[in-house]
Each structure stands twice: as structure tokens, then as C-alpha cells.
């Protein structure tokens, strides 16, 4: 009954450290999204994976890298760590075509001193 | 600019009151509306609406969407304290490019005892 998994829930970055958020979901379902949440301004998509192998830009993909490992796992890199990205971050999946509904993970706080 | 735009941004009102949460959209080849609700961590699902006119009801939780006017409302009955929280609404259409969901930018509820 895991749904969408997702690590770390909380990390303190300096800024210019490296980091990745891992996202593993076991629904078997083909998209799955990278979202960032910063107070006022709603949930603003990343990264957006269609299915295994593909990925895609999305609003706010400025200092960010996904990898779509295989059709389970979808993580999300911070090269190089800025206090701008400071949010909190969210993993989420869904069936496209199929289950429009969208199925999220516990989210990872993230703040960059 | 904006393509789903929720209203009000925020809302105080008392236990027991009835409130009314409006999102309206503008986008191409619509495919469907959600409703989620966010405490503390990841937003949980409430509602999907893809026809207009058809009220859909959950306990004291209903809504409604108007594929004419391009809007939904999320109504909430003899409000609970528990019913504190952000309201997020998201639009499904089809030729997004990367993406065919967008949210909005939420409405914040609070209930006073």
C-alpha cells in the first residue's frame, strides 16, 4: 500500500552542494511529475516524465536535472544548490488516459543556506 | 498568465458556516477538473469533474462544474475545524506540450472555532 515514495523528507543544503530527491512509485503508472510548492504560488511543475526514457521540461526547470531511471523511479538533482530553491517538493504520478487522478508523495522540505 | 485561477485566496469563517470555493479556468481540449485538499504535507484527492451539471457529493463535501462559463465550485457544509486547510484546483487538458495539468494557486480555508 506505499503509493508514491519519496527521500529525503527533510534536507539543509549550503548553497553550491549537490543533491538528488529520489521518487519510486509501485502503481505501475506511465507519468510521473517533479512539483515544487512555495507559499503563495501553488504547486508549479519541474519536470514531467510521460513514460520510461522520456522527460520534459515544465515551468520552473532552471537548476534542476531529472532522470526517469525506469518506469517506477524518478529523481530530481539539484547540481548546485541556491537559497532560491528553498521550498518544499513533491513526487507525484498517475495513469495517464486511464486514472486522471494525480497520486502524490509526503513531499521533502528542503531549505538552502 | 494564469490558466486556472482559484478564488478566494484565503477565507476565515466559523464552525458550522457554509463556504463556497470558486476556480475557473481558461485552457484548450479540457479533459477534466480536480479537487484536492492539502493539510500539512501532500494533497489528498477530493473530486474529479468532467461533465457540467453533475453535482459530485462526498459527506458535507460537493462540487459542481460548468463547462460553459469555464468554472467549478467546491462547497462545504456545517464547516469542522478539520476542514481547515488548502483547497487546490487542477485542470486536465489535452495538447499542454510538456505538461496538460496546471493547478491554481489554492484557496487557504481556516475554520474558528
Known amino acids: 500500500n506505499a503509493g508514491v515514495t519519496q527521500t529525503p523528507k527533510f534536507q539543509v543544503l549550503k548553497t553550491g552542494q549537490s543533491m538528488t530527491l529520489q521518487c519510486a512509485q509501485d502503481?505501475?503508472?506511465?507519468?510521473m511529475y517533479w512539483y515544487r510548492q512555495d507559499p503563495g504560488m501553488g504547486l508549479r511543475l519541474i519536470y514531467y516524465?510521460?513514460?520510461?526514457?522520456?522527460?520534459d521540461k515544465g515551468e520552473v526547470p532552471n537548476g534542476y536535472n531529472v532522470s526517469r531511471l525506469n518506469k517506477r523511479e524518478f529523481s530530481l538533482r539539484l547540481e548546485s544548490a541556491a537559497p532560491s530553491q528553498t521550498s518544499v517538493y513533491f513526487c507525484?504520478?498517475?495513469?495517464?488516459?486511464?486514472?486522471?487522478?494525480?497520486?502524490f508523495g509526503s513531499g521533502t522540505q528542503l531549505s538552502v543556506l | 498568465e494564469d490558466k486556472v485561477v482559484q478564488s478566494p485566496l484565503s477565507l476565515v469563517v466559523h464552525e458550522g458556516d457554509t463556504v463556497t470555493l470558486n476556480c475557473s479556468y481558461e485552457v484548450t481540449n479540457f479533459r477534466s477538473l480536480l479537487w484536492y485538499k492539502q493539510e500539512k504535507k501532500a494533497p489528498t484527492f477530493l473530486f474529479m469533474l468532467t461533465s457540467s451539471g453533475i453535482e459530485k457529493k462526498s459527506g458535507r463535501l460537493s462540487s459542481i462544474l460548468d463547462k460553459k462559463e469555464l468554472f467549478s465550485i467546491l462547497n462545504i457544509t456545517a464547516t469542522q475545524t478539520g476542514d481547515s486547510a488548502v483547497y487546490l484546483c487542477a485542470v486536465l487538458y489535452s495538447g499542454g506540450g510538456a505538461d496538460g495539468l496546471t493547478f491554481g494557486k489554492g484557496t487557504h480555508l481556516i475554520i474558528q472555532p
Open positions: 507525484a504520478s498517475r495513469q495517464d488516459r486511464v486514472d486522471e487522478k494525480l497520486f
Open positions: 502503481m505501475n503508472h506511465n507519468s
Open positions: 516524465s510521460a513514460s520510461e526514457g522520456t522527460t
